[in-house]
């Protein structure tokens, strides 16, 4: 048996803003949402199988430091896509940037980061 991701849990500013630009570049859904750990507040948004936890604490969070430097930073969050054109559309139409394009055996990607400084990769394998 091989195990397969669940979900991974990130805390944001604003969950159910980050919810709905998901739904509109990703296609996802909210699944649940409500109170949270020590008074927070969290929305699950993906799809049947797989999502991804949005939490909020009861006290504003900060940004931190680049990721990629500490240990047990999210580095960032892979989303694989039927059509990289059409979602790289999207992700523009949402005021985010894509950067970072590069074609690779077996597939393309881009990168962007969200509101909350979150790095996305969004890959599409060629088939």
């Known amino acids: 048996m091989t195990a397969t991701l669940e ?3 990130l ?3 604003d969950p159910d803003a980050t919810a709905a630009w998901m739904g509109e570049v990703f296609g996802w859904a909210v699944r649940w949402s409500g109170p949270a750990k020590d ?5 699950h948004v993906g799809g049947k199988g797989d999502y991804l936890a949005l939490y909020r604490p009861a006290t504003p969070p900060h940004a931190g430091d680049i990721s990629y430097g500490i240990l047990g930073g ?5 989303v694989v896509v039927p059509d990289l054109d059409a979602t790289e559309a999207r992700v523009k139409a949402m005021g985010f940037v894509p950067n970072n394009h590069a074609d690779y055996e077996p597939g393309h990607r881009f990168y962007f980061l969200d509101s909350d400084g979150i790095e996305f990769e969004v890959v599409h394998y060629d088939d």
């Open 39 to 43: 008074g927070g507040y969290t929305v």
């Open 7 to 9: 979900h991974a849990n």
């Open 74 to 78: 999210l580095n960032h969050v892979g």
């Open 11 to 13: 805390t944001v500013a």
